[in-house]
Every structure is written in structure tokens, then in C-alpha cells.
């Protein structure tokens, strides 16, 4: 959400303070929880209230133009306020407390509800009026308005599915399923003094949660198809959020469950222990990302994210020599983590039909060996520490290279997947730096690293006038963390420059040293057909060296494959949509395995050996070798690594064969390349 809420500015003291001279005497004993429901409670009424207070005027015909648009844009964001506080109350209130309130209190889950069905009624007729002789930015702010007004019913019906479920004396009373067929103008048949019932009886505090509750109506467009009722996505960052945009297009509802708490603003998160290092958007993940969520580009470079051509604006150093940037060349993005995934954050969790829960910790997988039917979850952060079961149709894990979905299977009983593994004991450091641009209208540095030069730079800007420089070293030669011997260490590059840049740069801060470098890829693919309710994206299958910038590429790219499979009228079974995202994978893993297993030291089950293997890597050092002044190789070579082509294209085209074999080489230049 863009607009201000309750876990913006709530001052719990003040507002409590502000609230007590409202509280008959008789609930003066109010614990801080109940006082905390009434105070958002009351807050809600209010701005409730206003919002009818704008529709009613603009329903009545009593706006011009401009009063309609500031009506409406205000009745958005209120609207946006109303659904933060009740994610605030998630977040911040106990079950148990909530039930106890209610057992002295009386529910206030929406028995008295006729405000929301004259806010559903005005959205409606506003939304209904004028039809194609409306104004786009009319026809766009109601749009707006509706979607919030789904979003915040949806995120209301889930609060009181979390708080009260949905079992006979509960739900039929004040429960979800009887709210929801409240709101939707359904019978009820509630008893008298039904906003006065009991509290459930006791249940087990890790048995329910809004997944226990009816599923939501299918989203328009799927009726007569089959598909996942519920679907848990496990992490809440990149591949997690454009993994449950696509599956948001064939479930009923999605569940997002990320163990951080998001910011309001782009920042590190404590999860991706990599967002305060380099990342760069390949060609093929800008060209997926776009696909998958239009816009998106633009906005990043509205918001700062430099795009560059590649080796056009980039001094890259390949093999002993620069490579030429008159060649031809694709542009890549370089925003910074923390920017990027808010962008997507805010595109993807703007889908009324996803739900994220933040502060949610996976402990474990439900089901049995084969069959995976649900997660086990715990809140983070607090003093209690309740465990729930989440049922979902199928679950997602997206939680990165620390996944544990491995063990959690082995816990079930069920077979955990084979490993494949290429291991350097490469580690790398960042620091970001204040400087500005290198010389020859250079936008950054790029040395790559091979077995007979081991160590590697990788200098781009990022937004905010900010350098984000990376250097990596292979076991026993560790970038150092201190910003003056990081800057030292620059100085054994193969080349000067970089280290001449960065002695006149000034740090922003101490370097972060990441050492968790290895190829890993999990075969979830070979647990065969009988394995259900399992999906796996991501780093959590396919986890590559980062120092080759492609794991955003890889996650956008998995969410697409995705989507291809998902777009046939039969749902495919989830094996199959396994076995279409590690297909998609499968460049990026061949690339990465292929640079590592040359170098000295690497240790794995997967390092390419033998007669065969020696025989490509000379081949491919050929290949290299007319990267810097073959246009031809350069623009073969690039797309492999772009991802926008199969390495097997290296070997396979004529006119990359005839020249790698029978063409000699240009001069080395040591004198940085010129456009």
C-alpha cells in the first residue's frame, strides 16, 4: 500500500490516553489488547464514515471535476487506511485476547453492517454510471477505489477468519462464512443475542488460521476449470511475490508468508542477507519482468535505476584484455535490491486476491510422504510464540539458498530430493561508494574472473548517486571487510583502473563480506508424479554463484515458465510445473557450473571432469579469447550469458565455430576501451 496507515504513525499511549474518557466505568479494567481493538475500532468508524461522507456527494451530483477527482482520490486512500489498521490488528493482537474481548465485550466482527453495504452499493452505482462517455481518469480513480474497497473487505473477512474461524458456534454466529454472507446480502437466520455469543470453545493454538475458513469465490475468468483452491507461497521477496502474482491468476486465494516485516520504504531486510550487495537485471529477466508485470521498468527508472548497455557503457575485462564497446550490446538494469523488490512488492500485493502475513515463520510441512496438504506456522518477534497449521491445496517454497523444505520432507517421512553441487569456496564483499564516474564515460567495471585470473570486480551504479562495488576472491584470498584494505585488495585486480577509481571514491559505510557462493540444485523434478502439493522456485531449487548476476534474472524468468504451463485448460499436475521451472533454470545453471568447474579448489558431485569436459573448456577459451574484438563471438557469447540463449549455441553455430577455430585473434589492449 502507498497511502498512510495505523502502523505508520499509531501512537499507542496518546491515542489510549485519548480513548479512556470514552470507556463506561464498568470497562475501565480493559486490558491494553481491548483497549487497542476499541481505539482501531473507533479510528475505522470514523474514516468509515468520511468515505460515505465523499461518495454520498459525488453520488448526489453535487461535484464538478475537480471535487469529483479529489473525492474519489481521497476516498482511495481512506479506504487504504482502513485496510492497513486491520492488518495492524493482525499483527498486533492475540487470538486469545481478541476472544476474550468478545466474551465480555460482544463481536465486532460486522454484525452491524449497514455501512459497509451502502460503501459496497455506492461503489457499484459510481462504478456502473456513465459507462463509455465516463473520462479515462474518471473510469481509472473508480477503478482504483474498487479495487481498495476489495482489498480491504477481503483483508477484513480473513482478520475475523484468523480470530474467530469458522466452526458451527462461532462462524454461524459471528464467524467469516456468516459475515461474509452478511456483507454479500445473504440470510443469516441469526438468533437473537447472536452479537452476544460465547467465546468457541478452546482449541489448539497451532490448529487454525484464515486458510481453515470457506474459500473465497474463484476470480472472474475460471469458472468450468479446475485449479488450486489455496495456495501458501513460502517467502515473501522475489521469487516468492511474482510466483503468487502468476498462481493468483488460477487459485482461489494466495497466502504469502514472509518471516521479515516489510518497510514502508526500500531498504535491507534481515532475510535477503544479499540485498546489501550488487544485483543486475539480465536482458531476459527485463524482458520477463516485463512481461509479467507491464510497467514495471519504467518505474524503476523513474525511480533512479540506471539502465546500461553492455560492453557499451561498461569496461569489461575478459581473459587477459578489455573488450571491445563499439560491438554490439543489450542493456541490463542495476537498481538496487531493496528497490527493486519494492516496486514488486507494491505491483504484486496490490492483487486483492493475494494475502501476505508478515512476521510468519514456517516450521515444518503437513501432510504425509508424497503428499504435501499444508504448513506449520509460528509469529516471530513476540512474546508468544503460537503455533498454527495453515491447509493450502498446494505450497510453495520460495525461501532462497537456506531452505529447509529438504529436511521437512525427511521429517514427513517422504523422500528428500538429490543434490547436484559446484563448489569454489569463492567469497565476495561490497561497499558502496560516492564518486563520481569513471573515466572514457565509463558507467562501471566488470572483471571477470576464470582459472588463471581467480579474482573479480564488479563496479555499477545504482540509484541515488550511489556505487555498489563487489570484489571476490577464491578460497584463501577473501575480500577483507575494513573500506581501506577493501580498497587495497582492488589494487591485485588483473587491471588498474578499477583500484585508481575507487582510491579517489568515498565509502558509504563498512564492506558486508557474503561467503555462501556454491551451485546448488535440488532435483525435485525426479521425485516423480506421486509427489504432490509441492512447488519449489527459486534459489530454494536452483541456486547459483552470485557473482554471474543471475538469480533475479532466474526468478523472473521461473515465474514465466509458470506461467506457460498454467496456461492450457487442464491444470498440469504439480510435477509437471516442477519440471517447467527447472527447465527455465536450466541455461543459468549450465553457465555458472560451466565458469566454476575450471577453477582451482572447486569440490562438488556435479563438477564437469573428464577427457570431454577438458576438450569444451579449451574450446570455450577460444571462445573467449574472441569475445573483445569478434562482433560476431562477442554477440554470441553475450546472449548466453544474458540468458537469452542456450550455452549448447556456442558450439552449434557455424559462424561462431569457424571463427573461435580457424579466425586469429585480435591484439590485447591494456589502455581502457574507447566507445
Known amino acids: 500500500m502507498t497511502s498512510p496507515n495505523y502502523a505508520t504513525y499509531l501512537k499507542i499511549d496518546e491515542l489510549l490516553s485519548l480513548q479512556r474518557p470514552l470507556t463506561p466505568a464498568e470497562q475501565q479494567d480493559l486490558s491494553d489488547s481491548e483497549r487497542l481493538f476499541i481505539v482501531v475500532h473507533q479510528a475505522s468508524e470514523t474514516l468509515l464514515s468520511q468515505v460515505l461522507v465523499d461518495l454520498r456527494h459525488i453520488d448526489a451530483g453535487r461535484c464538478g471535476q475537480q471535487c469529483h477527482a479529489q473525492r474519489l482520490e481521497r476516498a482511495t486512500r481512506l479506504v487504504g487506511s482502513l485496510e492497513g489498521q486491520l492488518t495492524l490488528l493482525r499483527h498486533t493482537l492475540l487470538r486469545e485476547d481478541f476472544l476474550l474481548f468478545r466474551d465480555r465485550l460482544g463481536t465486532a466482527s460486522g454484525l452491524q453492517s449497514e455501512q459497509f453495504h451502502e460503501l459496497f452499493g455506492l ?107 489455496h495456495v501458501v507461497v513460502v517467502g515473501g521477496s522475489v521469487a516468492g511475490l511474482l510466483t503468487a502474482h502468476v498462481l493468483a491468476g488460477h487459485a482461489e486465494r494466495v497466502t504469502v508468508l514472509e518471516r521479515d516485516q516489510y518497510e514502508e520504504a526500500p531498504g535491507p531486510r534481515a532475510g535477503v542477507p544479499q540485498s546489501r550487495h550488487t544485483h543486475v537485471l539480465l536482458t531476459s529477466g527485463m524482458n520477463a519482468l516485463e512481461e509479467l508485470l507491464p510497467g514495471l521498468l519504467p518505474a524503476l527508472v523513474d525511480s533512479g535505476a540506471p539502465r546500461l548497455a553492455v560492453p557499451g557503457d561498461l569496461g569489461v575485462w575478459q581473459a587477459g584484455q578489455w573488450i571491445s564497446r563499439r560491438n554490439p550490446s543489450e542493456p541490463i538494469m542495476t537498481p538496487s535490491r531493496p528497490l527493486l523488490e519494492h516496486h514488486i512488492r507494491r505491483r504484486v500485493l496490490d492483487d486483492s486476491r493475494i494475502h501476505v502475513r508478515t512476521g510468519a515463520e514456517v516450521t515444518g510441512l503437513l501432510g504425509r510422504p508424497g503428499h504435501v496438504t499444508g504448513v506449520a506456522v509460528r509469529d516471530r518477534g513476540g512474546e508468544h510464540h503460537t503455533g498454527q497449521e495453515i491447509e493450502a491445496d498446494l505450497v510453495v517454497d520460495a525461501t532462497g539458498r537456506a531452505s529447509r523444505a529438504p529436511a521437512w520432507l525427511a521429517d514427513m517421512g517422504a523422500q528428500a530430493p538429490a543434490e547436484e553441487l559446484v563448489e569454489t569456496g569463492r567469497a565476495y564483499a561490497t561497499c558502496v561508494f560516492r564518486a563520481d564516474g569513471p573515466p572514457e564515460d565509463l558507467s562501471g567495471f566488470y572483471i571477470v574472473p576464470d582459472a588463471g585470473q581467480p579474482l573479480g570486480a564488479i563496479i555499477l551504479p545504482v540509484e541515488g548517486d550511489r556505487w555498489m562495488v563487489t570484489l571476490s576472491g577464491p578460497r584463501g584470498q577473501e575480500p577483507p571487510n575494513d573500506a581501506e584494505d577493501f580498497v587495497d585488495f582492488a589494487g591485485r585486480l588483473p587491471h588498474s583502473a578499477p583500484h585508481k577509481w575507487l582510491s579517489s571514491a568515498r565509502p558509504v559505510g563498512r564492506p558486508v563480506g557474503y561467503r555462501h557462493t556454491s551451485n546448488r540444485r535440488r532435483r525435485y523434478d525426479r521425485l516423480g508424479r506421486d509427489h504432490t502439493g509441492l512447488l519449489v522456485v527459486g534459489d530454494a531449487l536452483c541456486a547459483l554463484n552470485p557473482v554471474y548476476g543471475q538469480g533475479l534474472s532466474v526468478a523472473a524468468l521461473n515465474a514465466v515458465a509458470l506461467r506457460k504451463a498454467l496456461a492450457g485448460d487442464r491444470t498440469p499436475s504439480a510435477n509437471a510445473l516442477q519440471r517447467a521451472v527447472l527447465r527455465s533454470s536450466r541455461s543459468a545453471w549450465e553457465v555458472a557450473t560451466g565458469a566454476d568447474s575450471p577453477m582451482p579448489g572447486v569440490t562438488g558431485n556435479a563438477v564437469r571432469s573428464g577427457p570431454v569436459a577438458r576438450l569444451l573448456t579449451r574450446y570455450l577459451d577460444r571462445v573467449r579469447a574472441h569475445v573483445p574484438h569478434d ?12 540468458l537469452l540463449a542456450p550455452p549448447r549455441t556456442l558450439v552449434t553455430s557455424p559462424k561462431v565455430l569457424r571463427r573461435a577455430l580457424l579466425s586469429p585473434t585480435g591484439p590485447a589492449s591494456s589502455g581502457l576501451p574507447t566507445p
Not at 468457541?200 to 472472474?220: F, I, N
Not at 562482433?631 to 544474458?642: E, G, Q, T, W, Y
Open 123 to 229: 461503489v457499484k452505482r459510481l462504478t456502473q454510471r456513465g459507462g463509455e462517455d465516463r473520462p479515462p481518469a474518471d473510469s481509472r480513480r473508480l477503478s482504483g477505489l474498487d479495487d481498495a474497497v476489495q482489498r480491504w473487505r477481503r483483508t477484513h473477512l480473513e482478520l475475523v477468519s484468523h480470530m474467530l474461524g469458522d466452526r458451527p458456534g462461532s462462524a454461524e454466529t459471528s464467524g467469516a462464512r456468516f459475515l461474509a454472507a452478511r456483507l454479500d446480502g445473504a440470510s443469516t437466520d441469526v438468533p437473537a443475542g447472536a452479537d452476544r455469543a460465547p467465546a468457541a470453545p478452546p482449541r489448539r493454538a497451532d490448529a487454525e488460521d484464515v486458510t481453515g475458513s470457506r474459500p473465497l469465490p474463484a476470480p472472474a475468468g475460471r469458472a468450468g476449470r479446475s485449479g488450486p483452491g
Open 631 to 642: 562482433p560476431v563471438v562477442c554477440s554470441a557469447n553475450r546472449d548466453v550469458l544474458f
